[in-house]
């Protein structure tokens, strides 16, 4: 899972596999980013779940929100080739002004 | 759409040397933010801006200035380069509180 300063993790799957991966945070947040980063590339935004959200669905992606366990999953379903990517999580920081971002997880999908 | 722009992609610098990193955006959102991203390590906020002329410090910002010239545009100094802040230095904006934010494609910086 991700937090703090600790180097990134990796996770390897096969085409078709799927894949969590989980973020805790440690303060008070209204709502949870997930963003994905491809290689060279700035973050790009690919889910976002509130705080009275417990689950949120886009296409193959699903993220979780337990706010009492000040935690969050990110799940791709039947990954893809083109899964392969760096993945982040963000919560609120300074009154929601701004972002603390997790470690990531980066998942490579092999055919 | 939108899009953000940042210039240079690649920036090459002397130790103690002043440099400046630019960032462009067209989607007309208020807030702007620079990030500093280590290799191997997420991403840590150096400086954002709610507004034209505002400054905000993230935890990062000591070593660096900001400038807020106007709406569009967001430009982050490095006050006097060292060789353990090579990394590639991000841009982002957002419309608003609680929303997701937009990110530029960086400029990697080496210090040599």
């Known amino acids: 899972s991700q937090w703090g300063e600790e180097n990134l993790q990796a996770l390897s799957i096969q085409e078709g596999e799927d894949v969590t991966m989980n973020c805790s945070y440690k303060t008070y947040t209204t709502v949870v980013h997930w963003y994905r980063q491809d290689s060279g590339r700035g973050p790009a935004l690919i889910i976002l779940i509130r705080s009275n959200e417990r689950e949120k669905r886009s296409g193959r992606l699903r993220a979780t929100l337990d706010t009492s366990s000040q935690s969050s999953s990110l799940s791709i379903t039947a990954a893809q080739c083109e899964d392969t990517a760096v993945y982040f999580c963000a919560t609120d920081a300074q009154g929601g002004r701004a972002l603390i971002f997790g470690t990531g997880t980066t998942v490579s999908v092999s055919p | 759409g939108g899009i953000i722009t940042q210039t240079p992609k690649f920036l090459i610098g002397q130790e103690g040397q002043k440099l400046t990193l630019k960032c462009q955006q067209n989607f007309n959102h208020d807030t702007m933010y620079w990030y500093r991203q280590d290799s191997g390590k997420g991403l840590r906020l150096i400086y954002y801006s709610i507004t034209e002329n505002d400054l905000q410090k993230g935890d990062l910002s000591e070593g660096y200035d900001a400038s807020r010239e106007k709406k569009s545009s967001f430009s982050l100094t490095v006050t006097s380069a060292q060789k353990n802040e090579m990394a590639v230095f991000l841009c982002?904006?957002?419309?608003?509180?609680?929303?997701?934010?937009?990110f530029g494609p960086g400029t990697r910086l080496t210090v040599l």
């Open positions: 982002a904006s957002s419309p608003g509180l609680g929303e997701g934010q937009y």
